[in-house]
């Protein structure tokens, strides 16, 4: 029984790893810029390779930006007290309210410029915080 079960580990595993995506990106939301197409807050997926990012939303491609066309990276936070969390929770019990009230929340904001010949551009997109 053990031998069965070590063997069907050993193909499962292997074609679960395959299933996957074939190259690893990173979700983003697009917060404004230059995607005539797009509206803040739509979700995408970045892709970064050896030639440039792409910007990919529902297996569309929105965006292809070569490397060398890339003229700015910035990084920026935006911090935000969780007001409405702790009314709602100050409701229930003030004390923890009171707390809940100096607690912050941050966004992580990434900005990119480019500048492909004529063609000129930027955008800013917010990105999870293990992500920038």
């Not at 679960?16 to 230059?34: T, W």
């Not at 970064?48 to 990276?73: L, Q, W």
């Not at 935006?78 to 009230?101: K, M, P, Q, Y």
Request: some cysteine.
């Amino acid at each position: 029984m053990k031998r069965i079960f070590s063997v069907v580990l050993s193909i499962v595993i292997p074609l679960a790893v395959l299933a996957g995506d074939k190259q690893p990106g990173y979700k983003v939301i697009y917060d404004g810029g230059s995607l005539s197409d797009l509206k803040a807050g739509t979700g995408m997926k970045l892709y970064i390779d050896s030639t440039g990012i792409r910007f990919v939303k529902d297996k569309t491609e929105v965006a292809n930006i070569p490397a060398s066309a890339i003229t700015e990276i910035s990084y920026g936070q935006d911090v935000h007290r969780r007001v409405g969390t702790a009314i709602a929770v100050g409701v229930v019990t003030f004390g923890l309210g009171a707390l809940t009230a100096l607690s912050k929340s941050k966004k992580h904001y990434v900005g990119l410029t480019w500048a492909n010949g004529d063609q000129k551009g930027g955008l800013a997109m917010q990105c999870d915080k293990s992500d920038y």
